[in-house]
């Protein structure tokens, strides 16, 4: 099953509504997807789930939700117009480009150009006029945002370190080489958190955010052996970062970087803000003069003022859709000789949480039931709950396990005539009956259960 199991999730998110590719009737965008009916569902309990740990959670972080446009000076600033960029080759015997580090096999040395710079932005401009002193670009990130907003949301919420700020939203990036499904792509989404600390402290943090990180990901069904961390050797670190730790996962095309946890040092803020000169800023920043707010912080102590350093864990959502996808995916036989793809999503991530389903169609008491039970459910504030009315009871349980749905209830006669449904359960297919009196308070037992 390994080899072509990447294949297996691409086919299933085509077939059951989870993942478009972008114009495909156009013959489709390179790096570009959409998600459908059941992948936003699953894209936004992804993103709902780190919210909840990263705001809700605790009471040291703030949430932001800034443009995707950002200005010149801010990317100039952030070191991104002159390093965001990736070496790129061609290869003049199959004619196809590559980023340097990624050429396969079968492209000879010798075929190859001269590695040369790519920069990765996209690059717009605002307004009707294009005279250069207009230029935008698509953030390739959501942290300079955060960082520009610093202050913004120090002063209004009056917080002390360590704090951090925390989004979720697009990026782009024009990548040599997008390929491996959503794995790379040129607009994907990222969820980053910017922990500010007293320099001081920087280490003692970067640890803790890694250890928090990993626990995140376990809770979100991925298994353990999946998982490892990987220390990113000082050679190969951003222009920002003192010590960079990955999260890595095996893909199905191979194992790479699922987050990355950067310490930041005191760059950002130290390249955004006025007046460098009154600070001692530690990390090499480009000269700032149009900057128009120190983005510092007062010690309540000591009353100095520092420039805060900061942790950065920064997860793809897509790359966590990925691997959500994979270490659910099951293929199990069954008794009678058949097989059944099951998807053990957490309940917490699955696009739909129960299926209602009436047993005949055409019967308008049952399908009636079968509404007034959904419409009931919908009160828990559970997530998506359908009513699956198509008249065959074996086909909706099939892809209601192919999507992950943890719990069928049906209805049936016993339903009219003596308050009870059926209950089947995803993982275990297991069939039990529920008297309609208990049913809000058994399906709020089985959604507490993580
Ligand atoms: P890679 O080395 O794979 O290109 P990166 O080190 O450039 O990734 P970061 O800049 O650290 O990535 O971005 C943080 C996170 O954003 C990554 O861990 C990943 O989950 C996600 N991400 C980055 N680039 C892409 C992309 N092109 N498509 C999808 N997700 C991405």
Redesign the pocket.
Known sequence: MKENKMEKITSLCKRRGFIFQTADIYGGMQGVYDYGPLGVELANNIKQSWWQAMIYQRDDIEGLDSSILGSQDIFSQSGHEDTFSDPMVDCKSCGERFRADQVPDYCKKEDLTEPRDFNLMFKTNIGPVDDGTSTAYLRP?TAQHIFINFKNVLDSTSRTLPFGIAQIGK?F?N?IT?RNF?????E?E?MEMEYFVDPKDDEKFHSYWIEERMKWWLNQGLKEENLELLSVPKNEL?HYSKATT?IMYKFPHGT?????I?NRTDFDLGSHTKSQEEFKIRAKVKTNNTSKAKLAYQDKVSNEWLIPYVIEP???V??AFLAILNDAYKEEELENNTKRIVLSLKKHLSPVKIAVIPLKKNVEDIVKKAIEIKNSLLNLNIGRISVENTGNIGKSYRKHDEIGTPICITVDYDTIEKNMVTFRDRDTMEQTSVSLDNLEQEVIEIFQDK
């Open positions: 990130e990026a990036r990548e997008a959503i794995f790379r792509k040129r994907f990222q951003s990955d790479e970087e699922l987050e990355g950067a920064s997860a793809g897509e790359r």
